[in-house]
């Protein structure tokens, strides 16, 4: 029965006007012939200038031609314009069979029943051809050997992560994995297990870049191709020679952070970036737009944005159909049919197709009147063709001025057989059943014979390293600079800065009000000047510079633009004028803190990807981090980046005006879940000074540790005190000091008795209120009570956690002791920890602290107000710190109870009268 096409509508948006009539062919005729002459005499670079010249003065003068958004569904690259495909066609053939083959049953393998353990068996098996053609011919490795220039860092590829038992197939067969090692896929604990997906931390050796939280891939991509630029224009390493190839599906894109950032790609002009699509019409669950066309979709919205767009639909064998199509009605079949109808007629007979797509027309079934049924079921989609692939992968590295993509047509699960491919529930196929894996083995012509498929693990398939396929494997990657993924480390540990540059924050700043956050940039922009590793920081801002004070850097360090600065700024007659630089330091990244974080993730792994050290160091509304951006932050450590995120504006009553969405109370709550953050809440500028020295030398030292740090600073200032005498910084790394000990104070209330003590634990801003807190407590109720900063609640957790640890494993042993408890030990009187946090934060080392404890903090949302108003409300404030030590006390039978009622009565803690409208800073 043919196809009802009344309903079917054209896809293609926006397209050329193509209805005018040609009222002078002649005259047609003489300016294309000019364009050919152009191409011939001075190539397609020149013609594609003349294009946009003649486009841009249409623009002038009104003409109105419309941009083309959307083509054919057909392939870009006609038969006629395909390059010579230089690979041995039948050999590469045999790779990607046992590629496949072993990659299926390691999966297989993997699911039998002690293990049961998962993964994906169809989306390499679709996307086996875009790889290997990538293997075979373009991807460059960092051994490579020619003398290009800038070929030493290699390609940069991202692999989608649910392909990975494809590349863990291909390793195998060079040699590189063993089988025992493949038996241990998702089995980490086996020695020499395999990650599920790109996981650098777990496979340091093997993987660059992690990839599998759908999404980051793309954005991460288009940042690590900038920052390859940005490298290049600084002249800190030639990239010029690097390719960025990020491969993705088709249902990824609908993810926001896969698109976010086009327009930063086709606006820098990155022609070093790729990205290929796998475009197998499906997502996890079924069809991805099953009612649309997905690849004319794509196709619009890359070319919206100003990429180059290569589709690769079709096969070969689709050629001389296309060929026979002089009116265009198989074009028009192909414009108008569905992709859920496309995934039905790949699950379909000959005879449904013939009847179904072909049977429309007349003039579609008399062009396929001489094929059997069967060859219009093999009729190829243009993904599964290495040649097509080539030609498009040839052009795309080719082109100048764009970045490019690559929409190649595929089916997933394809090879697998008639009960994989295509089928909705395709995603959680994890088993082949004997039937399959001889019906698949037959399909990839594997010597492999029944007896061997009649056990309960089906074998890999290894030809030998002396095979014709495995010398060719080994032979293409040679030429292409070594096999890949690999991760290689090349940077040489950093020199650190003189200490005297550390100095400076540690004498204080007098009467002067100094916030952390202005403390920070003051050491940040010393540090820029030093010789050491000046130029290796790379200050990342999302378009609030002058919020953290660091407009002072835009007249020196500049702001990082491959075009320079074409333009007088308004403010160019100020000292701090905004100021763009081909060789700016610094990434100014607008209102996006998922780019921000793309172009943080690039430079904090420039040591392996490039064998170049760089320093990241991000500034950014706190609230902005860790709660939006956290997915990427679990990539930085995945990918063992190192640098500082500063979370400024910290904390929850700092940002006093901003209101609920813009206080933060939990980022360090947050924090603490990232293995790799080494997390610090500093309250006064010297320790700032000792945090960020300690950090440069373990992360760029000789200790060469893959962490990164975040720290959260203030902008509220005050007086910044100096360092204390005495104190060794070890107390401020591991976690806490005590900063102000408890004033001298007569006895209590019987006569000879000691006065009753507490312990203040503070954090950031509130040590002022806890050090006012102190003062009123000695002053009017006679307690003396210890101040100790607490710098880091995260650290002093961790560290506690591992002496936990230790004791577990070693019973027999001398107790292994927490550095909290070690340092409270034997302090007099209740503990009452504050923060400008959520009460959760300072909670986090309640277990380990050997006295009563007691925590305030900000729990509930932020509201715009005064900050003594904030933080009376959520009871943070001096007075409630007074209070809750006082009923502490109670506990301890050293305080009367009616003590803490007038007290309360006394500050108007019930009322919250005791918060003065208008009042600003610490009280």
Known sequence: MAQDTTRSFSVITDGLPSQLPDIDPAETGEWLESLDAVIEESGRGRARFLMLKLLERAREKAVGVPGLTSTDYINTIPPEREPWFPGDEHVERRIRAYIRWNAAIMVSRANRPEFNVGGHIATYASSASLYEVGFNHFFRGKDHLSSSPGSASGDQIFIQGHASPGIYARAFLEGRLSEQQLDAFRRESEQGGLSSYPHPRLMPDFWEFPTVSMGLGPIDAIYQARFNRYLLNRQIKDTSGSKVWAFLGDGEMDEPESIGALGVAAREELDNLIFVVNCNLQRLDGPVRGNGKIMQELESLFRGAGWNVIKVVW????????????????????????????????????????????????????????????????????????????????????????????????????????????????????????????????????????????????????????????????????????????????????????????????????????????????????????????????????????????????????????????????????????????????????????????????????YATHAQHMIPVYVFYSMFGFQRTGDQMWALGDQLGRGFLLGATAGRTTLNGEGLQHQDGHSLLLASTNPACVSYDPAFAFEVSHIVREALDRMYGERDDKVFYYLTVYNEPVPQPAEPEGLDPAQIIAGMYRFRPAPSLPGGEDEGATPPRAQLLASGTSIHWALTAQEILAADFGVAADVWSVTSWNELRREALERDRVNLLNPEAAEAVPYVTRVLEGAPGPVIAVSDWMRAVPDQISRWVPQPFTSLGTDGYGRSDTRAALRRHFKVDAESVVVATLESLVRAGEVKASTVEEAIRRFGLREDTDAVPGTDGAR
């Open 315 to 606: 096969g070969r064998d689709w050629d001389p159909l296309l060929a026979k199509d002089t009116d265009g009605v198989l074009v028009h079949q192909m414009n108008t049919t569905p992709d859920g109808q496309f995934q039905t007629y790949t699950t379909s007979s000959g005879e449904y197709i013939r009847e179904n797509f072909f049977g429309a027309d007349a003039r579609l079934r008399r062009m396929v009147a001489d094929l059997a049924d069967d060859d219009l079921r093999r009729l190829s989609r243009g993904g599964h063709d290495y040649r097509k692939l080539y030609a498009a992968y040839k052009a795309a590295t080719e082109h100048t001025g764009q970045p490019t993509v690559i929409l190649a047509h595929t089916i997933k699960g394809w090879t697998l057989g008639k009960d994989f491919e295509a089928r909705n529930a395709t995603h959680q196929m994890k088993k082949l059943t004997k039937a399959e894996l001889k019906e698949f083995r037959d399909r990839l012509y594997l010597e492999i014979p029944d007896s061997a498929l009649a056990g309960d693990l089906p074998p890999y398939y290894q030809p030998g390293p002396d095979s014709e396929e495995i010398q060719y494997m080994r032979e293409r990657r040679a030429a292409l600079g070594g096999s890949m993924p690999k991760r290689v480390v090349r940077a040489k540990p950093l020199a650190q800065p003189p200490a005297k540059i550390f100095d400076e924050l540690r004498k204080g700043s007098g009467k002067q009000p100094v916030a952390t956050t202005m403390a920070f940039v003051r050491l940040l922009k010393d540090l820029m000047k030093t010789k050491e590793m000046g130029a290796r920081f790379v200050p990342v801002i999302p378009d609030e510079a002058r919020t953290f004070g660091m407009d002072a850097m835009f007249p020196t360090a500049k702001i990082y633009s491959p075009h320079g600065q074409r333009y007088e700024a308004v403010d160019r007659e100020l000292l701090l004028s905004y100021q763009e630089s081909v060789q700016g330091q610094m990434l100014h990244e607008g209102i996006s803190e998922a780019g921000s974080m793309g172009s943080v993730i690039a430079a904090a792994t420039s």
